[in-house]
């Protein structure tokens, strides 16, 4: 039987490979039946704390069983000997809607694949997915939906939280959006001063930063959304450091420049203190009565909106179903994006985005690419022992998408515990990194090569957003780039022997320098182009990816506790600090901390230069205030 509703994507995969896909499927029970002794024995030796954990926790059943066994049959693999086999290398491709996925260069093979697929039906991973799209509260330790694919569903579809269907309250928040964002870009919405606000500072934090940079960062060259930014700019404040200040504001006239406030509370620390530091620099060039028409809020908290100084008719609002890290496609990214490219290429990204959830939500797991994207990953980490994963974009235009995966998959799955509260037995999570090629390959493919095992995800695109070619070279410049995209994984596969090394005329002594042991995993996505579209659909790939792998571990994904203890840490050093510095002293024993963090904060106040708090007046770095004493370097930036 098919593993979802999708019994003729089975049919389709029969048709392409008729003798392996039928012959695994019939040999499904066998294995299960064979797995199943073996977990049998395996729970004979569980002790009693931990019995009360088997019937949550997937690595107690018999289809993972199975797999830790079959980790041995791959360990009799070499990639060079899987990949050189062309049937084999055909199954183990997907595509939807343009969107290419190799998967041949992963440490699998066909029967691995069904294992998987049998893992995910034992964590009812349909399942789990159904309730996520269905608005049920599956974050359970905060009992909110997780609902971000509505964010991008279309107008007249229909999904409900708690009985009640959000769609109508999306396209509100949309059209309110669209209205907006075309007066301030056509000129109907001016300044105080009555220019045109050209600038737009949006001032966020972590989802509210990494999202929206990413899909700037992918537009910023594609042809389309660059004409519709002419004589625009949009730039993001997320650290308090006062330089990432000094470095947003450097630059710009107040009396051009919007500021798109995210925070959903209006509490965040960092953010209202930047909000309240660019709040000034408005209110120094042009006076209080300013903020109204300079400042604009994505918030659900109106009371504080209102008393920060910003109408509550210019907030925009977005929802406790909606996390930071997945609110991109919310009012926290289209909103600021919308401004700077224009409603029309934030639909076609939003379209994009949705693409990828109807596909997520209808595919059979043998077509599915986030399913297929994190089977692999759980795969790699829980039974092969690799903890980390390596974004290789071969796209400069992508070059902020690990960053925001990074959020996206280590705030997510970076946990110790299940859902259900008990310790995992496993390894799960990634460390999350990368760089656009090739510049990642001057940086530290050395270790991916020849040192420590990290699975890559190569992305490229078939056409580039700037195409160039000189005359009298052999090819153009993004091909040489897609030349690189391709050797790399082949190079991580394949490796270099020791045979082919002498064979070369290698000195001896450089063989064991030069030798490439291979056998390292990759997968390879080709997208057609780089546009608003695909943007949103590598967006919703990655989303869905990372849900798929914590559905399989068993974790709730949609928390992030692991960040408020330093939060609280961070409160109590700025109280004390305060009353240090108020009082002219340095930090005592008596404060409460312990000595090492005692002498690091004494370094510190040693080193300032005198400023006692509270002093009535405002300080800026010089790059924001220009005066005849202090002007800002011309060349920052």
Same mark, same amino acid.
């Not at 660019?278 to 060039?285: F, G, K, L, T």
């Not at 909606?322 to 496609?329: A, D, F, K, P, T």
């Not at 070619?469 to 040489?480: Q, T």
């Given at each position: 039987?098919?593993?979802?509703?999708?019994?003729?994507?089975?049919?389709?995969?029969?048709?392409?490979?008729?003798?392996?896909?039928?012959?695994?499927?019939?040999?499904?029970?066998?294995?299960?039946? #064979?797995?199943?002794?073996?977990?049998?024995?395996?729970?004979?030796?569980?002790?009693?704390?931990?019995?009360?954990?088997?019937?949550?926790?997937?690595?107690?059943?018999?289809?993972?069983?199975? =797999?830790?066994?079959?980790?041995?049959?791959?360990?009799?693999?070499?990639?060079?000997?899987?990949?050189?086999?062309?049937?084999?290398?055909?199954?183990?491709?997907?595509?939807?809607?343009?969107?290419?996925?190799?998967?041949?260069?992963?440490?699998?093979?066909?029967?691995?694949?069904?294992?998987?697929?049998?893992?995910?039906?034992?964590?009812?991973?349909?399942?789990?997915?159904?309730?996520?799209?269905?608005?049920?509260?599956?974050?359970?330790?905060?009992?909110?939906?997780?609902?971000?694919?509505?964010?991008?569903?279309?107008?007249?579809?229909?999904?409900?939280?708690?009985?009640?269907?959000?769609?109508?309250?999306?396209?509100?928040?949309?059209?309110?959006?669209?209205?907006?964002?075309?007066?301030?870009?056509?000129?109907?919405?001016?300044?105080?001063?009555?220019?045109?606000?050209?600038?737009? !500072?949006?001032?966020?934090?972590?989802?509210?930063?990494?999202?929206?940079?990413?899909?700037?960062?992918?537009?910023?060259?594609?042809?389309?959304?660059?004409?519709?930014?002419?004589?625009?700019?949009?730039?993001?404040?997320?650290?308090?450091?006062?330089?990432?200040?000094?470095?947003?504001?450097?630059?710009?006239?107040?009396?051009?420049?919007?500021?798109?406030?995210?925070?959903?509370?209006?509490?965040?620390?960092?953010?209202?203190?930047?909000?309240?530091?660019?709040?000034?620099?408005?209110?120094?060039?042009?006076?209080?009565?300013?903020?109204?028409?300079?400042?604009? #809020?994505?918030?659900?908290?109106?009371?504080?909106?209102?008393?920060?100084?910003?109408?509550?008719?210019?907030?925009?609002?977005?929802?406790?179903?909606?996390?930071?890290?997945?609110?991109?496609?919310?009012?926290?990214?289209?909103?600021?994006?919308?401004?700077?490219?224009?409603?029309?290429?934030?639909?076609?990204? =939003?379209?994009?985005?949705?693409?990828?959830?109807?596909?997520?939500?209808?595919?059979?797991?043998?077509?599915?690419?986030?399913?297929?994207?994190?089977?692999?990953?759980?795969?790699?980490?829980?039974?092969?022992?690799? $903890?980390?994963?390596?974004?290789?974009?071969?796209?400069?235009?992508?070059?902020?998408?690990?960053?925001?995966?990074?959020?996206?998959?280590?705030?997510?799955?970076?946990?110790?515990?299940?859902?259900?509260?008990?310790? =995992?037995?496993?390894?799960?999570?990634?460390?999350?990194?990368?760089?656009?090629?090739?510049?990642?390959?001057?940086?530290?493919?050395?270790?991916?090569?020849?040192?420590? !095992?990290?699975?890559?995800?190569?992305?490229?695109?078939?056409?580039?957003?700037?195409? !160039?070619?000189?005359?009298?070279?052999?090819?153009?410049?993004?091909?040489?780039?897609?030349?690189?995209?391709?050797?790399?994984?082949?190079?991580? #596969?394949?490796?270099?022997?020791?045979?082919?090394?002498?064979?070369?005329?290698?000195?001896?002594?450089?063989?064991?320098?030069?030798?490439?042991?291979?056998?390292?995993?990759?997968?390879?996505?080709?997208?057609?182009?780089?546009?608003?579209?695909?943007?949103?659909?590598?967006?919703?790939?990655?989303?869905?990816?990372? #849900?798929?792998?914590?559905?399989?571990?068993?974790?709730?994904?949609?928390?992030?506790?692991?960040?408020?203890?330093?939060?609280?840490?961070?409160?109590?050093?700025?109280?004390?600090?305060?009353?240090?510095?108020?009082?002219?002293?340095?930090?005592?024993?008596?404060?409460?901390?312990?000595?090492?963090?005692?002498?690091?904060?004494?370094?510190?106040?040693?080193?300032?230069?005198?400023?006692?708090?509270?002093?009535?007046?405002? !300080?800026? $770095?010089?790059?924001?205030?220009?005066?005849?004493?202090?002007?800002?370097?011309?060349?920052?930036?």
């Amino acid at each position: 039987a098919a593993h979802s509703a999708g019994a003729p994507g089975a049919a389709r995969l029969a048709q392409r490979a008729p003798h392996r896909w039928r012959t695994l499927r019939a040999a499904a029970p066998a294995r299960r039946a #064979a797995g199943s002794a073996e977990a049998t024995t395996t729970a004979a030796l569980n002790t009693t704390s931990r019995r009360s954990t088997v019937a949550s926790n997937v690595s107690y059943t018999p289809e993972w069983a199975a =797999l830790q066994n079959h980790v041995h049959e791959i360990e009799k693999t070499h990639l060079r000997d899987l990949v050189s086999d062309d049937a084999r290398c055909e199954e183990l491709t997907a595509e939807h809607n343009g969107v290419y996925l190799d998967y041949s260069r992963q440490r699998v093979t066909t029967d691995t694949m069904n294992m998987l697929f049998d893992l995910a039906d034992a964590a009812n991973l349909k399942e789990k997915i159904g309730n996520m799209l269905g608005g049920e509260h599956i974050n359970t330790t905060e009992d909110r939906a997780v609902l971000h694919v509505a964010t991008r569903a279309p107008r007249g579809k229909q999904i409900l939280v708690d009985g009640k269907d959000v769609v109508p309250d999306v396209h509100e928040v949309l059209d309110k959006i669209k209205a907006f964002s075309e007066k301030v870009r056509n000129g109907e919405w001016l300044g105080a001063t009555g220019k045109p606000l050209t600038d737009v !500072v949006a001032v966020g934090i972590g989802g509210s930063f990494l999202g929206p940079l990413f899909v700037h960062t992918a537009l910023r060259t594609e042809p389309t959304a660059a004409a519709a930014s002419t004589g625009r700019q949009l730039r993001f404040l997320a650290n308090v450091d006062p330089v990432d200040v000094a470095r947003a504001l450097n630059g710009l006239n107040p009396e051009t420049t919007l500021v798109v406030v995210v925070s959903k509370t209006f509490t965040t620390s960092e953010t209202m203190l930047n909000a309240r530091t660019v709040r000034q620099w408005i209110i120094s060039a042009l006076g209080s009565q300013a903020v109204e028409k300079h400042m604009v #809020a994505v918030s659900t908290n109106l009371k504080l909106v209102a008393e920060f100084g910003i109408d509550p008719e210019n907030a925009f609002a977005f929802w406790d179903w909606v996390g930071g890290r997945y609110s991109v496609c919310s009012a926290v990214g289209i909103l600021p994006l919308a401004l700077q490219y224009g409603f029309g290429q934030m639909e076609q990204f =939003l379209a994009g985005a949705h693409d990828i959830d109807d596909h997520f939500a209808t595919a059979p797991y043998e077509e599915n690419l986030p399913v297929i994207l994190g089977l692999l990953s759980v795969w790699n980490v829980s039974f092969l022992g690799c $903890p980390a994963r390596a974004i290789l974009p071969y796209c400069q235009a992508l070059s902020k998408l690990a960053p925001h995966i990074q959020q996206v998959a280590m705030e997510s799955n970076g946990k110790g515990v299940g859902i259900d509260g008990h310790p =995992l037995p496993y390894e799960a999570g990634e460390i999350d990194f990368g760089e656009p090629g090739t510049n990642g390959q001057h940086s530290f493919y050395q270790l991916i090569h020849q040192g420590r !095992v990290i699975p890559c995800d190569f992305i490229g695109v078939v056409k580039s957003q700037q195409s !160039v070619y000189l005359k009298g070279e052999i090819v153009s410049n993004h091909d040489e780039l897609m030349c690189n995209f391709f050797a790399q994984a082949d190079a991580l #596969a394949f490796g270099k022997s020791a045979v082919e090394l002498r064979a070369e005329n290698c000195p001896d002594s450089l063989i064991p320098h030069k030798t490439f042991t291979g056998n390292r995993q990759s997968l390879s996505m080709l997208l057609p182009e780089l546009t608003a579209y695909t943007t949103g659909q590598i967006l919703a790939l990655y989303e869905h990816r990372v #849900a798929v792998q914590g559905f399989v571990w068993g974790l709730n994904s949609f928390d992030q506790w692991g960040v408020e203890l330093g939060k609280v840490l961070a409160a109590k050093v700025r109280s004390t600090m305060n009353d240090a510095r108020t009082a002219g002293r340095t930090i005592r024993s008596s404060d409460g901390f312990n000595p090492s963090t005692q002498r690091m904060l004494n370094r510190y106040l040693e080193g300032k230069a005198k400023l006692i708090y509270p002093e009535p007046v405002d !300080v800026f $770095p010089c790059e924001i205030i220009n005066s005849e004493e202090c002007r800002p370097p011309t060349s920052y930036t």
